[in-house]
């Protein structure tokens, strides 16, 4: 039943009526604000939410959709930072096995000589210090879905191992003699491009096939710059409670900073980045200067001539240098327009202009 705000006394005159039909919209529009701040706070809540709602996010969805409720192994292929994990666990959660375990294993942190017993466990005795049984990775993930983090680190021994297992369901513990089966879904995940690595020999093509039966491809976040904002304002949401402070959003100076990045490292980067600006804001709103000196360097060129290499004294020159062209341009090529927009004397823009090979 819809509660009426207020009443109208007959004869009405029009003011009043306006003025009550005013007060009802305010009234409705702000009730519909804090619904959908509420609804968006509650989705940032979510653990593990995937956020993003380009065009290139919004096939990810599809695939997740589409993969979710079968068995069918996943390899997942992008950048670091992209967000593999959260879409694997996306998947898990959106599959009949998400009351089951999900299990994490990185191949790339694992010492080589432990990732057997790591994936498929031992037996007391199978090794010194091994004192007891101990399960491994697919027997924890029996039922549930295990995922392979990293797979383009493995070595081609243990990926003949893991292809094994992918293709028998089942493998014996290290020093045992028993066969295990087990029911696990496989989602694997790598930022490398695992087709070069069978190329060049480091990955087993006959695991690759096994693998990729369906790819995910995640993508860097420079291609899908229009998601920064919302992603932004879920990390910025997420650490001011996090740190207790209470910032509400950022300047449109420091959004389109934020716009302007290429993030090399990804959401990871993004994340970091938010983190940071909470820490370091003084007053409600997020500044340029609270964000790290590397965005603020926005000029894509400045950031890539610092990752070539070139010295400060190399990219100060070349930053003048467009500065006096741009100028110039600007001023149809007049000298004194120029250097009086520029705060020089003639003479040393014409000196300037020789150095720079502009005469
Ligand atoms: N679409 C997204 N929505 C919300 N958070 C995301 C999204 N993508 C990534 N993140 C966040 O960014 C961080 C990095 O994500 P994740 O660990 O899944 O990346 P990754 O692709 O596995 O990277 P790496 O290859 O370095 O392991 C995490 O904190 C994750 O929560
Ligand atoms: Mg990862």
């Given at each position: 039943m819809r509660r009426s705000l207020d009443y109208i006394v007959k004869p009405?005159?029009?003011?009043?009526?306006?003025?009550?039909?005013?007060?009802?919209?305010?009234?409705?529009?702000?009730?519909?604000?804090?619904?959908?701040?509420?609804?968006?706070?509650?989705?940032?809540?979510?653990?593990?939410?995937?956020?993003?709602?380009?065009?290139?996010?919004?096939?990810?969805?599809?695939m997740i959709g589409r993969v979710a409720d079968s068995d069918v192994t996943v390899l997942l292929q992008g950048e670091s930072g992209t967000g593999k994990e959260v879409v694997a666990r996306a998947i898990h959660r959106y599959s009949k096995r998400r009351n089951e375990p999900f299990i994490k294993i990185n191949c790339a942190t694992i010492p080589e000589n432990l990732i057997e017993s790591e994936l498929f466990g031992y037996e007391k005795g199978a090794f010194t210090g091994a004192g007891s049984r101990k399960p491994g990775k697919f027997e924890l993930a029996h039922r549930g879905t295990i995922f392979?983090?990293?797979?383009?680190?493995?070595?081609?021994?243990?990926?003949?191992?893991?292809?094994?297992?992918?293709?028998?369901?089942?493998?014996?513990?290290?020093?045992?003699?028993?066969?295990?089966?087990?029911?696990?879904?496989?989602?694997?995940?790598?930022?490398?491009?695992?087709?070069?690595?069978?190329?060049?020999?480091?990955?087993?093509?006959?695991?690759?096939?096994?693998?990729?039966?369906?790819?995910?491809?995640?993508?860097?976040?420079?291609?899908?710059?229009?998601?920064?904002?919302?992603?932004?304002?879920?990390?910025?949401?997420?650490?001011?409670?996090?740190?207790?402070?209470?910032?509400?959003?950022?300047?449109?100076?420091?959004?389109e900073i934020m716009k302007q990045y290429d993030w090399p490292g990804n959401v990871r980067e993004l994340r970091n980045v938010c983190e940071q600006a909470v820490v370091l804001a003084r007053g409600p709103v997020i500044?340029?200067?609270?964000?790290?000196?590397?965005?603020?360097?926005?000029?894509?060129?400045?950031?890539?001539?610092?990752?070539?290499?070139?010295?400060?004294?190399?990219?100060?020159?070349?930053?003048?240098?467009?500065?006096?062209?741009?100028?110039?341009?600007?001023h149809n090529w007049n000298r004194s327009a120029t250097a009086q927009a520029l705060g020089l004397n003639r003479r040393s823009l014409y000196a300037k202009m020789k150095e720079y090979g502009l005469l």
């Open positions: 009405f005159n029009l003011d009043e009526l306006l003025l009550t039909v005013k007060k009802a919209v305010t009234v409705r529009k702000l009730s519909l604000e804090v619904a959908a701040l509420k609804e968006e706070q509650e989705f940032f809540n979510q653990v593990d939410a995937l956020i993003g709602r380009s065009a290139p996010m919004q096939n990810v969805y599809k392979l983090d990293e797979i383009g680190e493995l070595s081609l021994n243990t990926q003949a191992k893991l292809l094994r297992v992918l293709q028998e369901k089942e493998f014996e513990r290290v020093g045992g003699t028993e066969s295990i089966q087990v029911d696990v879904r496989i989602i694997a995940a790598t930022n490398k491009d695992l087709e070069r690595c069978v190329a060049e020999g480091t990955f087993r093509e006959d695991l690759y096939f096994r693998l990729n039966v369906v790819k995910i491809w995640l993508p860097p976040l420079r291609e899908r710059i229009e998601d920064v904002p919302l992603l932004a304002k879920a990390f910025l949401y997420k650490y001011s409670r996090e740190l207790n402070k209470h910032i509400t959003g950022f300047s449109p100076a420091a959004l500044m340029p200067e609270d964000l790290p000196f590397c965005l603020q360097a926005t000029n894509r060129e400045i950031r890539n001539s610092i990752r070539r290499g070139m010295t400060l004294k190399e990219i100060v020159a070349e930053v003048e240098r467009q500065v006096i062209l741009k100028t110039l341009q600007e």
